[in-house]
């Protein structure tokens, strides 16, 4: 479960031999601690022309303690926590030399583990072909950086729906603290889309789910006990679940966090009433559904007999859907509620081997983007994460020429942890990230692969 | 330009050693010559309950003369060029068993270089969560068979909007006439969407641009070259374009194909006006326009000079723009008309070293998005082809390491032919292809790289 080589690496005598031999060299990223700045530097906030956001970003910057510089004013071998470009002023393909101008100076200026951060406008929302043209455009760039800076920068991609200064500042906050902070570690390349939908600033930022009802699915091991830890630490009341053969280790994950456990097999008929009348009996709601349970049975398709399929599809993908339709259908979610689901890289990528996981991980995905749009008269978002290569029991045992090649083979040069995934679905489940809804968020180093 | 290893390991002793070391085993993949069948064997036809595609593609595959067969009639020895299924049915997770019942008995009975394709309803036309939800899973199973079948077995997903029998036949033959045959030879792992557009089928299959008057940019080397000789191939009136200084290449491939030349240089300011003049002199019309042109500049960000930036950028997105806009304005691509773009997989995953060249490609994807719908009520279609690692004088030129791991990372083990990409954009074009626009179809052999 751990990853030798890294530790290795970042050894005293491990950097000299990596240097001389052109090894892979992964970086120590850095981790959210609570307490923690969000940065280890200042910011450098830039802005095209004609920007909507430079003036809520540098308040929510504020807000943070980030200190922002203005390209305009800084000394030459200054060094950035963070590159920070409104993009929102550029309306054609011509105009994306601005954001060279501000990126290209400063490009080698970036901190270890420090951020790029470009927002933009949704194209899908752009009055013009060559305004949505151009802030399309921005996707190849920011995948790029990603893919270029390395020692641990992350580089994302935020698009931003129009809803006035003050919207913003409520609804883009919590993203960006997200992706400026060490919770995303090991989240890069990304697109994310925030919209207009209500969010809810917490008092305090170091407990985002203060006082929230947070249901976890498969949470005796793995990232689902990563995942309980996490809200736990961030103020949530977690209602951990997993089989009964998992009972001892879910005892010892609620035991730690302080949170109740139900052991419950989610493919019986029965199961969904089960819960709902559960939380219904103990919590009168449920703010937060995590699905995270998931099991893997890989054969090809020529050789997976039917049971393999039927068993990866209903726990992976049906039980979800039931779940959701009984906790909706009880009113159990309230407005502010949320739904996280985990997909995987090969919902997106498709893998060999894996016809059952990869159709069930697929239509994780297809069920954020139906029911996103059908849930948000209610306030209730629906966001998915997709794991890509994390260290965790299953990945141990998967032979080492190929664990070595999943674990590099990304903008990090290694596997990611399950607090890097739990992290990530903290975020999307934070009564502030309201606007956030209908994504699919990587968390998997910017790995190579996909569709 | 040739690849070495794989013309060795199609040889007899090539093959011996391949099996013996357990090397990458490059299939020999079946191309298109005109007169050939669509197949190499019979297709086996299947349906979920209650689809609606199963007798417009039953038609279909009559038309064009393959033998189809019913799954509950065949020898359990019986070998297949393709296996059909219309999961138009599919409504809910649950369903998706059925989908596993028609192909885990076949699955070892695809004949090389044979077809999976999967017909399912557009999940955001889809009537309920759980439809879309199941029909958005399909992705993660054609995207895995196309990594596990191998011996160059092609996968898709097509996504049929519903336009009722006689619709679907028209609409959907062109394309499923392309993802059958040999002209799909390096396409796999796609998912195309056939939507409601006119669409005219022609008098011969074998000369689909029967008479079309068609604009290739960058026409004098390389994939624009093949673009060229496939475009005339298949009956079209060619206008080729390039720089000046390519003007003896250009010649060469205009005098081969009998077609026109232009020598011009698309960055100037006047370039759009000339070429549209030129077009309405000569033709009085374009009826496909493809922007093939392109250039890479690479550098890291910090090392890029803006010129590096901006001649990218210009060349690959901004010219393109311009020329679309004067030829639109000018009423000179009429109804049925067709715009395709070459995008890359750069401009979609990003790519280190390459900032200018995956944000202009990234753009003509965002091209293609913003486009397409503002120009379907001219019944004009807007496409893009992004290419992976195609065998030109330009991938001839990386370090031998790096172009081993492009070639062979991907489901084909090998880099795809200047014709695969032509053959892709010239179903684009044809005019029975109107239903099929807002599509960006990778031409990679299913890359491992992606987003």
């Given amino acids: 479960m751990t990853d030798r080589y890294a530790s290795f690496v970042q050894s005293g005598a491990g950097r000299t031999l990596v240097k001389r031999l ?3 060299d992964p970086p120590r990223l850095r981790r959210h601690t609570p307490g923690d700045p969000l940065l280890t530097g200042p910011a450098l906030l830039g802005a095209a022309t004609g920007g909507r956001l430079a003036e809520p970003v540098g ?7 980030v200190e922002a510089r203005d390209p305009l ?7 950035f926590g963070a590159l920070v470009y409104d993009a929102t002023g550029i309306t054609d393909s011509t105009d994306l030399r601005q954001l060279y101008d501000f990126l290209h100076p400063h490009a080698r200026s970036v901190l270890p583990s420090g951020r790029v951060i470009v927002l933009g406008a949704p194209p899908a929302e752009c009055g013009s072909p060559r305004e949505a043209t151009a802030q399309r455009a921005l996707e190849g760039l ?20 129009p809803t006035g200064d003050d919207g913003t500042l409520t609804s883009l906050e919590s993203t960006l603290r997200f992706l400026l902070s060490g919770r995303s570690a090991y989240v890069s390349g990304q697109v994310v889309r925030v919209g207009a939908g209500q969010a809810q600033a917490p008092a305090d930022w170091d407990r985002p ?15 689902g006990a990563a995942l309980a830890r996490v809200l736990a630490r961030d103020g949530a009341q977690v209602v951990a679940l997993d089989v009964p053969a998992a009972g001892d280790a879910l005892a010892a994950v609620t035991n730690e966090i302080g949170g109740s456990a139900v052991q419950l097999d989610l493919t019986t008929p029965e199961a969904p009433t089960r819960l709902a009348e559960h939380l219904a009996a103990r919590h009168g709601r449920v703010d937060v559904v995590v699905h995270n349970a998931g099991i893997t049975r890989d054969k090809t398709l020529g050789r997976m007999d039917a049971d393999r399929w039927d068993s990866v599809i209903d726990v992976n993908l049906s039980s979800q859907e039931r779940i959701n339709d009984v906790l909706l259908e009880r009113k159990l979610i309230p407005a502010g509620g949320r739904i996280v689901a985990v997909s995987s890289i090969a919902g997106i990528a498709g893998n060999r081997g894996q016809t059952n996981y990869a159709t069930s991980k697929a239509g994780v995905i297809g069920l954020v983007d139906s029911l996103a749009p059908v849930l948000r008269e209610e306030q209730i978002s629906v966001n998915a994460v997709a794991p890509g290569f994390i260290e965790t029991r299953l990945t141990a045992r998967i032979p080492l020429m190929v664990r070595e090649a999943g674990r590099r083979m990304n903008s990090m040069s290694q596997g ?3 607090v890097d995934v739990a992290e990530t679905i903290g975020w999307l489940a934070w009564p502030a990230s309201g606007a956030v809804s209908g994504n699919i968020v990587r968390v998997c180093g910017q790995s190579l692969l996909g569709a």
């Fill in 142 to 161: 920011t995948r790029s950086i990603g893919k270029e800076f390395g020692r641990g920068v992350t580089a994302q991609l935020v698009y931003v729906t």
């Fill in 209 to 223: 789910l203060d006082g929230q009802v947070v249901l976890v699915t498969g949470a005796a091991r793995g990232i």
């Fill in 73 to 79: 004013t800084i000394d030459a071998d200054a060094r």
């Fill in 59 to 65: 308040k929510i910057l504020a807000f943070a303690g």
């Fill in 22 to 24: 052109g090894l892979p």
């Fill in 416 to 418: 990611g942890l399950p």
